[in-house]
């Protein structure tokens, strides 16, 4: 697998984007099952952060999120395969935050991304369906430590658990991605959550050895969670 190099590489989420082995307060995926349920009566393009709403410090990015940017976004999420790509262990391929492979259409997503501050950015996506949080904490749970080989140099990504405030989501998993990728020296904190009958998916990514920074983290995620918590 290619690294992720910028925000735009960074959008096509070459990175294996599934999370977590337990959870933070209230976040441990078990809290009400997952089922598949119509979708939402408000937009989901309508409840992605807008400029407005993002904390102090980060900022949108300049291109437009349309059809393929989301369809780039979700495909990790829905577990995508890149034709060719093995992991290993073999059980640990990805897996989808929905249940069942099928992609939610791009007109049920909403995409937001920009500059996260320092050498960061960020990405969010809501989407309107209800998420298996379950089968991704499952995940993590049996595949801590990941390789995927697209045929380059392999890519070994480390996954842990951290805790977090669940605040105005039904459930919540945060889950701290840590790639042995030396050109990009990257880390990320990401977030996967629940609102009524929505999916809510945050990352914030840190490049050149910087430190995600986890109070901006968290002033993402709630911001995101509560924005579609008034509508949801």
């Known amino acids: 697998m290619t690294p992720a190099r910028g925000l735009c590489a960074m959008l096509a989420l070459g990175a294996m984007a599934l999370a977590g ?4 307060s209230g976040a441990d995926g078990s809290a009400a099952p997952s089922s598949s ?5 408000a937009s989901s393009r309508q409840l992605v952060l807008a400029a407005a709403d993002l904390p102090s410090g980060m900022s949108m990015a300049d291109f437009a999120m349309d059809d393929d940017v989301v369809r780039a976004v979700l495909e ?13 262990p073999s059980a640990c391929a990805p897996v989808s935050m929905f249940d069942g492979a099928t992609q939610p259409a791009a007109s049920l997503a909403g995409v937001a991304a920009g500059e996260g501050g320092g050498r960061s950015t960020f990405t969010e996506a809501v989407v309107a369906r209800r998420p298996d949080i ?5 995940y993590v749970c049996r595949c801590p430590i990941v390789v995927q080989n697209d045929g380059g140099t392999p890519l070994t990504t480390t996954f842990a658990v951290r805790d977090g405030d669940r605040g105005r989501a039904d459930q919540l998993l945060v889950v701290e991605e840590t790639p042995d990728d030396p050109l990009s020296k990257q880390r990320a904190l990401v977030a996967y959550a629940r609102v009524g009958d929505y999916a809510v998916w945050a990352r914030l990514r840190a490049f050149q050895g910087e430190s995600v920074d986890r109070a901006q983290f968290d002033r993402l995620v709630a911001a995101a969670v509560d924005k579609v918590a008034r509508s949801a």
Do not use: E, N
Request: charged fraction near 5%; hydrophobic fraction near 35%.
């Open 21 to 24: 082995c337990g959870s933070g």
């Open 76 to 88: 990790p999420l829905t577990g995508q395969r890149p034709t060719g790509t093995t992991y290993s």
């Open 134 to 138: 379950a089968a991704v904490a499952a």
């Open 37 to 41: 349920a119509s979708a939402p009566a």
